[in-house]
């Protein structure tokens, strides 16, 4: 299957809105319900960035997937680092095995490195960013300020000793939040 990886446009939210909804019905893993919500939060985040923001279009320009990123940071008592975290990946049922999803994370991992970041963190669930080469973010003394599994908090260097006395929690913004937050 042929497809392109785009940066997502204005004109092009309510589609991104209708994958989202659709990705993460009936249960899926990895799902809150809130994931439509926050996408639209995290566009008011002041450190959003557009070009962190990707969708996989067809060869009919139809879309077929998107995915989002946004800076966050590591904190201990000693030190701050910023890094990304990818906070939203969505393919439709009908087009997952077939590289969409794996080639929206490649994207958004190469303009992380291109902007200068040393490491992209994940939480995830399931096997797709362990396939991708991430790991357990415990493995370099990082933790996650959300309630999550040890093993679902993953981060990927970006850079050889990328992560070299980065460790700490990592903190998400406010419009990360939505319902997670006042159900807490």
């Not at 991104?16 to 919500?37: C, L, M, Q």
């Not at 049922?93 to 291109?114: D, F, P, T």
């Not at 797709?128 to 990082?142: K, Q, T």
Request: glycine share 6%.
């Amino acid at each position: 299957m042929k497809f392109s990886i785009e940066t997502a446009q204005r004109d092009e939210y309510s589609e991104i809105r209708a994958i989202i909804a659709e990705s993460y019905t009936n249960g899926e893993t990895n799902t809150d319900g809130d994931e439509v919500d926050m996408v639209d939060r995290l566009r008011t985040y002041n450190d959003y960035h557009s070009e962190f923001e990707v969708v996989a279009k067809d060869h009919d320009h139809q879309l077929i997937g998107h995915a989002l990123m946004i800076p966050v940071t590591i904190r201990s008592p000693h030190h701050t680092h910023r890094i990304v975290s990818i906070v939203e990946v969505s393919v439709p049922k009908q087009y997952r095995k077939q590289g969409v999803g794996q080639a929206l994370i490649y994207e958004l991992e190469n303009r992380a490195q291109l902007a200068g970041y040393p490491a992209v963190s994940a939480i995830d669930n399931t096997e797709f960013f362990y396939d991708l080469g991430y790991v357990a973010a415990e493995n370099f003394n990082i933790f996650s300020t959300m309630p999550v599994a040890i093993n679902a908090n993953l981060i990927k260097p970006l850079t050889d000793g990328g992560l070299f006395k980065r460790s700490g929690k990592i903190y998400y913004p406010e419009e990360f939040y939505g319902i997670r937050r006042k159900e807490s």
